[in-house]
């Protein structure tokens, strides 16, 4: 085999590989998942951990469905935001890979389900529920 062909079967395995290692997705957390280990500081209430940038369009998206839950469910639920690309490290420790990723946590820390990609307001609601969360709007 010439060397140009090899060198092009290479890089097309080595990159089919990287790919495959890196790609996630919409999986429960687990006991291997290096981020399950990693605890938001404990509160009493169930925590949704958004972690994208303010610049990247699925981020943008997901501002006001986390700022409506926010509002909607005070006291109820936490909703944090983090922009990986101001604070290049806060991701790390999470192993987000990419963005946005959303990881759900219960009230105690513990890593519940991480979802990549933009998620809407009614199927953030369905996945508490299903995970045993039952959030009830404020009452205006």
């Given amino acids: 085999m010439n060397r140009t062909l090899m060198a092009f079967l290479t890089t097309g395995l080595l990159a089919g590989i990287l ?3 890196t790609a996630q997705t919409n999986t429960p957390a687990t006991g291997t998942n290096a981020a399950a280990a990693v605890k938001p500081a404990k509160t009493p209430l169930p925590k949704l951990l958004d972690l994208g940038a303010n610049r990247c369009i699925p981020c943008k998206m997901m501002a006001p469905v986390l700022d409506e839950l926010k509002k909607e469910y005070a006291g109820q639920l936490e909703v944090e ?5 101001k604070d290049k490290d806060a991701g790390k420790p999470y192993n987000v890979e990419m963005i946005p990723t959303q990881i759900f946590f219960e009230a105690g820390g513990k890593e519940l389900y991480r979802h990549v990609g933009f998620l809407a307001k009614a199927d953030i609601l369905a996945k508490w529920k299903e995970l045993g969360v039952n959030l009830q709007p404020a009452k205006k």
């Fill in 19 to 21: 790919a495959t290692a």
């Fill in 81 to 85: 935001f983090i922009d990986v690309w």
